[in-house]
């Protein structure tokens, strides 16, 4: 089965373009590096969205040999070999200098990433996998942006997403994504939670085939509130937003105490959890897998995965990020992508 992924390489000034050029270059060992996903390598085509200047001299200073091949305006790529790169090219709208960021360049990440959705919704590629981007310097391009999930959410017009992490043997996804701590509470309300455990629960039997998916919800307050001393979310709005998803026939465990649900003992028998709050559960997440693990938007028409990391401005140019996440990202954009292609033609 064909398969036509597109990769931004997002912020210019970060480690996007490097583990990009990593991944063509040591494309070899793609076959045993995805064999997990069950993607077919022969038959993948990966088009990367970025200006090509850049990536060669990105290319130049970590010293690989890839062949940066620019694609003219509706061309496709060939099936992907290794140490090429098949580049859809994006303007930078100034040279990047890696490491610094420069809020001149917001319009062209922000391109990079309208052509690639864009390009899923009409069916152009079959999934999208992004390399990071910097909020930051987005926002002081004075374009409000707090992630890649909050604007695609808004670009493929779904009424509600939700950020999933995965790694080998642990599923996170979060009820809240990029808000304040201050503001995590009033946000978690029994419609947000329906919302997200439908998605949560049909994306796990749809897109990973998880039959009777097995989810444990944490609470918000410590120790899931102390039967309302320490708090009453519980009581209030997790409990009964966990009771209507059990009427409709989708059951979950929980709200369970965050500090003991991410223990071995309950891990063991669970495909996924749900954290209140981004740093309520993504820590255990990159504890277990930084560098093996992928950012999954669930929830949209289009498949859409990403790397567990930033943009590591430290490290751009100096041969030292590690790849494996995008790794990671290929195979399950690869992997969600034929699940829809299946439940599609079924
Ligand atoms: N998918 C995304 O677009 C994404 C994901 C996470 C963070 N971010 C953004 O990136 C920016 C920087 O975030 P941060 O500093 O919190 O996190 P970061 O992941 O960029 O860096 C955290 C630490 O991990 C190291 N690191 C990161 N990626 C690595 C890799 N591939 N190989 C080796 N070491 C690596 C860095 O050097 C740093 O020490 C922020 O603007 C943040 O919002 C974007
Ligand atoms: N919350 C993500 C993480 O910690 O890896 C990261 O900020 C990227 O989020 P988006 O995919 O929404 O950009």
Redesign the pocket.
Known sequence: MTLSLVITA?EPA??GPD?ILQLASDWHQAEAKLAWSGADIQQMRLTVLADPALMQRRASQLGLTVDIVTLADHESPPVMRPGKLYVHPVSLYEQETPGQLSPANAGYVLKTLEIATDGCLSGLWQAMV?A?????VINEAGVAFS??TEFLQHRTASEQVVMMLATEGLRVALVTTHLPLRAVADAITGERIQQIGRILYSSLQQDFAVEHPRILVCGLNPHAGEDGHLGREEIEVINPALQTLSEQGMPMTGPLPADTLFAQHHLQHCDAALAMYHDQGLPVLKHAGF?KAA?ITLGMPIVRT??????????AGTG????G?LWTALGYAALMAAARQTNANS
């Open positions: 997002g970060g480690i583990v992004t990071p981007v910097h909020k930051g992630g890649h560098g950012n990403s790397v567990d990391h930033g943009t590591a401005l430290d490290l030292q990020a590690d790849d996440s």
